[in-house]
């Protein structure tokens, strides 16, 4: 049966994806919500889903992801103000993985960014009103910049089979097409940006709808494309995420947090000349060095559920930290996760204490991330 929105909401202030019809066809058993928006978090079972995609390939609706769009002669000069990252090394065509930071060098938000044109980018966000931050960096910039969110809707293709399911739709350039290039398509007349992205760290695409009346017609013409690849329709995996080391914005690190703190330093480019919003904040946080770090850790004992709140983490009956994110991986056999401790206890091996509700408290260890395939060596197949 498809899921019952009147439990979540009443009128029409949260917003539906152009999948959503889609979702609620193939059985969509919960959402949640996400920018202002109603998000598909899973069709069955997590752990099975989790081995789906694994194994075999899966389509998520991501739409939730919104874009800011910055267009305009001085676009360039305006998007490189926002991230520390130089975007002079950014092809048109190009993505790249960037942080928003203020002028205290808190992170707004982690977007991918892409550079469709010389002036013309867009950045595809968690959950963060970056529109607001940007229109209002804007007002006082003195640069000519048009600054909005326009018509485009990401599906996310993932999985060991999602570059046939790829292939199947756009043809052969598909295997040309590098880890975070992107290229401009037209599927049956429908308009389109294909990147080489995803949050699993499988092998996978982001297909950005540029018609918001052509989700249903698009949904199907992949879940076509992908039958013969055992297609399915999930939620996103925290499974794979946490596997693959990826940091989930407002759960593992918000506004609060830099990128020192949280292992995202090579979000810096130490050489960028240009100013950035929170260029000086950022070299006093390296200079004197950080109090607290994200690390990964193993929790030992039976399996776990994945967190709905952060958890106490203890050291020699001192409260040192919190869990951030903590969920059972079944292809390693154990708990793994992310916990923000003091800088004394965030050592590889330090011996923490992690009290899970209702199993008491747990011995855990910190432990390298990301815990599967730690060179990245799969997305880039």
Known sequence: ?????????????????????????????GYTVYNHMLFPIAFGDLEEEYWHLVNHVTLWDVAVERQVEITGPDAFAF?????????????????????????????????????????????????????????????????????????????????????????????????????YHFFEAS??????????????????????????????????????????HQIRPTGPSDIRRIEAGILNWGADFNLENNVYEVGLERLVDDAKRTPYIGREALARIKAAGVARKLVGIEIAGPRIEFNAVKWPVDAAGETVGRVTSAIWSPR?????????????????????????????????????????????????Q
């Open 1 to 29: 049966m498809p899921f019952d929105m009147n439990l979540v909401q009443r009128g029409a202030r949260l917003r539906r994806s152009p999948f959503f019809d889609a979702t609620q066809r193939y059985g969509a058993r």
């Open 187 to 228: 599927l049956d007349g429908i308009p389109l940006v294909v990147t080489r992205t995803g949050w699993t760290a499988e092998i996978g695409y982001e297909i950005y709808l540029r018609d918001g009346s052509r989700g249903d017609d698009l949904w199907e013409r992949i879940m076509a494309a992908g039958r013969a």
């Open 79 to 179: 998007t490189n103000l926002l991230t520390p990252r130089e975007l002079a090394h950014c092809a048109v065509g190009q993505g790249k993985y960037v942080v928003i930071t203020d002028e205290s060098g808190g992170i707004i938000n982690d977007p991918v960014l892409l550079r469709l044109g010389h002036n013309h980018f867009w950045l595809a966000l968690a959950d963060s009103d970056v529109l607001l931050w940007a229109k209002g960096v804007a007002l006082n910039a003195g640069l000519r910049v048009e600054i909005r969110e326009p018509d485009v809707s990401p599906l996310q293709l993932q999985g060991p089979k999602a570059k046939d399911v790829a292939i199947a739709l756009f043809g052969e350039r598909v295997r040309a097409l590098r880890y």
């Open 332 to 380: 390693l056999d154990r708990n793994i996760g992310y916990a923000m401790v003091s800088i004394a206890h965030a050592a590889l091996g330090a011996a923490l204490r992690v009290d899970v509700p209702g199993a008491g408290a747990r011995a855990a260890t910190v432990v390298p991330m990301p815990f599967v395939d730690p060179s990245k060596e799969i997305p880039k």
